[in-house]
Nanobody
Framework: QVQLVESGGGLVQAGGSLRLSCAASRSIFSINAMGWYRQAPGKQRELVAAFISGDSTKYADSVKGRFTISRDNAKNTVYLQMNSLKPEDTAVYYC?????????????WGQGTQVTVSS
């Protein structure tokens, strides 16, 4: 089992910055992939940024150059630094973690944190 606790969402003006945090209940060395999705009202959940394998990262085209994913292994925490925010970044952001066990790959989700960008 992996519990994920997110923090850092809020309301910010366009052009501003926020940093999201996702703390895992176990060492992230035991987690195969970890990152962030988001879901805006009426839209499908989409991948924003993730560590997909080791130190390899993946970003949505819409956030490249503006968002940066990082991690602190000692704190079992992954961060999403969001700069130059736009109103279209408004969504609920969900942290996820994929872990492989004897039964296969399991995906775990955080509770979500709201990010609202005003114009």
């Amino acid at each position: 089992q992996v519990q994920l606790v997110e923090s850092g969402g809020g309301l910010v003006q366009a052009g501003g910055s926020l940093r999201l945090s996702c703390a895992a209940s176990r060492s992230i060395f035991s987690i195969n992939a970890m990152g962030w999705y988001r879901q805006a009202p009426g839209k499908q959940r989409e991948l924003v940024a993730a560590f997909i394998s080791g130190d390899s990262t993946k970003y949505a085209d819409s956030v490249k150059g503006r968002f940066t994913i990082s991690r602190d292994n000692a704190k079992n925490t992954v961060y999403l630094q969001m700069n130059s925010l736009k109103p279209e970044d408004t969504a609920v952001y969900y942290c996820y973690a994929d872990r492989v066990d004897g039964l296969g790959t399991r995906r775990y989700w955080g509770q979500g944190t709201q990010v609202t960008v005003s114009s």
